[in-house]
Each structure stands twice: as structure tokens, then as C-alpha cells.
């Protein structure tokens, strides 16, 4: 059996994610959303990036997948 760190933190799958937002609230969208946006800015900064850049290519990202 493998063990699990107690460090280790659970992190939703994809559809999951996908699964809880469609079940949630307007207002939990949006604290979900602003949440998302820190933390995105949190590790742009850590990475010495520029927030906006960031955004951009989370953008392209996101057409790219939707484009197929």
C-alpha cells in the first residue's frame, strides 16, 4: 500500500473541478474565481513574471483547447 504524506494536499481532478462549479452558487463562481486569481498572482510573482503576462497566456491556453 502507498502511503500518503500527511503534507500532501488533494488536488481535484479536472472534471471534478468542472462537476462542483457547475453544482455551485453565483457567489461561490465568484469567491472560486477571485481565489484563482490570486493565487495566479501569487505564483507569477514568485516566478518573477508579469501578472498580465500571465493572463495572456492563460488565455491562448484556454483557446487552444477549445479550438479543436
Known amino acids: 500500500m502507498t502511503e500518503v504524506s500527511p503534507c500532501a494536499t488533494f ?3 479536472a472534471e471534478e473541478r468542472v462537476e462542483r462549479l457547475s453544482a455551485a452558487t453565483e457567489a461561490e463562481k465568484v469567491e472560486y474565481f477571485l ?3 490570486s493565487e495566479l498572482k501569487t505564483l507569477a510573482e514568485q516566478a518573477n513574471l508579469k501578472f498580465e503576462s ?3 497566456g492563460v488565455a491562448i491556453s484556454g483557446l487552444r ?3 479543436y
Open 11 to 13: 488536488v481535484p481532478s
Open 35 to 37: 481565489s484563482m486569481m
Open 54 to 56: 500571465v493572463m495572456l
Open 65 to 67: 483547447q477549445h479550438s
